[in-house]
C-alpha cells in the first residue's frame, strides 16, 4: 500500500526554523519527482516546492525561495522541506505529494503536518 507520512512541524516563532520530512512507502519512491504543497486556515492548496527523482531539478514558489530547501535521501525513502526565516505567512499544513510542480497527484499525498508560526 503507498504511504506518505509526513512529520516535523509545529509551533515556532517568526524568523525560526523547522525541517519536515515525510516518509515513503509502498512504491518505488527513487523514481519519483516529489511536491510539497501547503494549504493556510480558510484558503486553497499552494504549491510549494518540487524535486525531481534524482534531484536534479527544483523549483520553489516565489513566497518561499531563499528561504525553504528541498531535499530528499533515496536511500532512505525520505522526502525533506528544511524551513527557515519562517514568517506568520507561512503557517499551515504541510503536505508531500507525488509528482512535479503543477503535475502533482492531489489523490497520492500524506495527511500532512501542521506548521503554526506565532509569536
Known amino acids: 500500500e503507498e504511504q506518505l507520512v509526513e512529520s516535523g512541524g509545529g509551533l515556532v516563532q517568526p524568523g525560526g526554523s523547522l525541517r519536515l520530512s515525510c516518509a515513503a512507502s509502498?512504491?518505488?519512491?527513487?523514481?519519483?519527482?516529489m511536491t510539497w504543497v501547503r494549504q493556510a486556515p480558510g484558503k486553497g492548496l499552494e504549491w510549494v516546492s518540487s524535486?525531481?527523482?534524482?534531484?536534479?531539478?527544483?523549483e520553489y514558489a516565489d513566497s518561499v525561495k531563499g528561504r525553504f530547501t528541498i531535499s530528499r535521501d533515496n536511500a532512505k525513502n525520505t522526502l525533506f522541506l528544511q524551513l527557515n526565516s519562517l514568517k506568520t505567512d507561512d503557517a499551515g499544513m504541510y503536505y508531500c505529494a507525488i509528482g512535479y510542480k503543477g503535475n502533482w497527484d492531489s489523490d497520492r499525498r500524506g495527511q500532512g503536518t501542521q506548521v503554526t508560526v506565532s509569536s
Open positions: 524535486i525531481t527523482s534524482g534531484s536534479s531539478y527544483i
Open positions: 509502498g512504491f518505488k519512491f527513487s523514481t519519483y519527482a
